[in-house]
Each structure stands twice: as C-alpha cells, then as structure tokens.
C-alpha cells in the first residue's frame, strides 16, 4: 500500500502561483510514476502532469505546458507541482497518483493507470 498526501492548495488571483506537494508514504516503489491530476466539477478527471521516479522523465498536458512544473524529491519522498501564471480554467481540485511502473516507455497520462491516489487539495483561482 501506498499512502499520498496533498498540501498546498487553496485561493489565487489569476496570473498567480501556488505550489503543490505530494508525501509519499508506505511500500513506495522503486520505478514508478507520480502524477497529477485534476477535476473540476462536472469534468472528467484530466492528467495535469506526470514525472518517472527513475531518471526523472516528465511530461505535461498542453494546457499547461510552459507554466506548470513537476518535480520530486527522493530522499524525502515528495512530489511537487510548481504552478505560475495561473488562470481561472485552473480551478479544480487537484490529485496526487501513482502507480508502478513495469512498462517500458514514459509514463502514462491516463487516471485509470494509477491505482493509488490522495485525497485531493482545492485550487481556485479567481478572475
């Protein structure tokens, strides 16, 4: 079992940043994928950002591409998600995943890939 917990979220003006963080916490897996997910309400859950825990490969949706950065920290088992210039098409609440990676390639950007998730940090952002 892993356990994920989220912090960091809460209320910014438009063209502001927030910071995530994801804890990591019991069996955590020597290759896997950690990502971020969001969903805002009456949207289906949408892949945000995604990083490799071996080598660190990352990838990120469109819509965020150029103002959202993923990053982690091994040694203390944490995964972050840097976000600037934020817009009010950002308010969601915002999910922390992973799952184990036994596939050769990126990792995948698909929320029915990952099995274990937190419990999730609301982001608004306001016009």
């Known amino acids: 079992q892993v356990q994920l917990v989220e912090s960091g979220g809460g209320s910014v003006q438009a063209g502001g940043s927030l910071r995530l963080s994801c804890a990591a916490s019991?069996?955590?897996?020597?290759?896997?994928?950690m990502g971020w997910f969001r969903q805002a309400p009456g949207k289906e859950r949408e892949g945000v950002a995604v990083?490799?825990?071996?080598?660190?490969?990352?990838e990120y949706a469109d819509s965020v591409k150029g103002r959202f950065t993923i990053s982690q920290d091994d040694a203390k088992n944490m995964v972050y998600l840097q976000m600037n210039s934020l817009k009010p098409e950002d308010t969601a609440v915002y999910y922390c995943?992973?799952?184990?990676?036994?596939?050769?390639?990126?990792?995948?950007?698909?929320?029915?890939?990952?099995?274990?998730w937190g419990q999730g940090t609301q982001v608004t952002i306001s016009s």
């Open positions: 995943a992973t799952h184990r990676k036994t596939y050769l390639g990126g990792c995948r950007f698909r929320a029915y890939d990952y099995n274990y």
């Open positions: 019991g069996h955590t897996y020597r290759s896997a994928c």
């Open positions: 990083i490799e825990s071996v080598g660190g490969y990352t």
